[in-house]
């Protein structure tokens, strides 16, 4: 980090306006990897609700999506076998709650993966706030001798 | 880092053992042995015993009177007893760990390890511990640790140490820097540089991603904080240019080692590749380092493969592994393409880049004193 903004050149201005622009730059990166996370964290959560509801119910009809706004109905004969994808494309056949668990796991693991990402981004904000705080003294200061004749 | 994957091993290495521990038991217990429908265990020293079940016994001996079923239990259990007051050993069947390989299986596979890399983990815990022995008195936790820790290390091959090839070959060592847009080369070539400088290595970059937008402004600004000269042209030059000049500077300069950036690109842009292909004709990198995030998981696998049929790529590098809970990507990549880690980035400061050293990430996993 730059310290010692006493007499500042043109040079180092021009550094601390890249460094505010990687700043910029990392917080958006991380931004989209939230992003991206909360929406499969919802994807995840719609299962989950989608999972239970259906649990104690006998042969329910769901409106399967088959892309072009279109939909079918489709009757469901068995709502306790679930077909999941646990990574690598390997699917195995699970029960209701066993998926529900898995799924809920997943979500928590998103959770604090969230957290994660939102600290660092915190993080990121505060260090540009104090580059841009930097700049700020040191454009004062430059009008200030300009002011002054110096 | 790897949090998930660290408590599901341990879940399944406790299985293993309470497995293997039951299977110890009913060897001991002789009401156990003869209530089983078949023997679980293979004694080596039984002739009987390894023959499979139903075989005829190929010769009669004439005292040999009983039933054959009864006679084979009692063959079975005077080895057993023989093996355990003469040896003090039981073995260990492959019917007793089949459950807990399958839950290790599934572990692997929702913490993003490839296919083929789960597979090959659990043959060789399969082949390791069927047919072992189990000291009486020895630790059934230390046996399947010992056997995990094989299989990881296995998988995980030797590593790859950045200063002993600086150390033992000519220098400028030219490393080029490849991967997707986005997994944070540029920041890993400042770190690269950063660890290089502690290591008391002189090190220059080359500024070869002249496609992206302020691309050579980022990297000038990271150099200028870890303190690294940067060779760069102005944006659109030919990168190939770009990172010649690097080294005529590093060979006029005695610097040990050219780090080279080169922009961003997805594996099926043939024009991208093809330029890539240009840059290592003309840099002739001594190392083609592949950076990816280690949170792509399996993707991260799939592009590195498809990254090393189309350029080469010598070693690894994975970024944000602090960020990863599942450790898919650093279990499966070395194994997948047969090229080492060399490198996991886990933080945000230039400090936060570690040699990626096997033994030391198995150790962590398995949670190691």
Known sequence: ?150 | MFDSLKSKLKGVRSRFSREIEESFLEEVSPGAETSSPAPLTVSEDSPTETAPPGTPEPSVAPESVLPSKEKKEKVAFSAKIRSLVKDREVHISEKKIEGPLQELEIVLLENDVALQTVDAITDQMRSDLTGSTKKIGTSVDTMVMDALRDALLDVLGDGFSLTSYIDTHEHPIKVLFTGVNGAGKTTTIAKVAAYLKSEGYSVVIGSGDTFRAGANEQMQTHADRVGVKVIRHQEGADPSAVLYDAVEYAKAHDIDVVLADTAGRFHNRANLMNQLAKIKRVFRPDIVAYVDEAVAGNDAVIRAEEFNNAVGTDVVVLTKADMDTKGGAAISIAHTIGRPIMFLGTGQEYSNIIPFEPAALVSDLLGDE
């Open chain 1, 1 to 150: 980090m730059v310290n010692n903004m006493e007499n500042v050149d043109a040079r180092e201005l021009q550094m601390l306006q890249q460094y505010l622009e990687q700043f910029t730059q990392q917080v958006e990166a991380y931004s989209r990897q939230l992003e991206m996370l909360e929406n499969r964290r919802m994807e995840t959560a719609t299962a989950v609700d989608t999972l239970k509801s259906l649990a104690d119910q006998e042969g329910p009809t769901v409106l399967l999506q088959i892309g072009g706004g279109a939909s079918l109905r489709v009757h469901v004969p068995d709502t306790d076998t679930v077909l999941l994808n646990i990574g690598s494309d390997v699917v195995v056949e699970r029960t209701n709650t066993d998926t529900v668990k898995y799924l809920e796991e997943r979500m928590t693991e998103m959770e604090a993966l969230g957290k994660k990402i939102a600290e660092s981004i915190e993080q990121v904000q505060k260090q540009a706030h104090d580059v841009a705080a930097k700049m700020e003294a040191a454009y004062a200061q430059a009008q200030n001798q300009m002011a002054h004749g110096i």
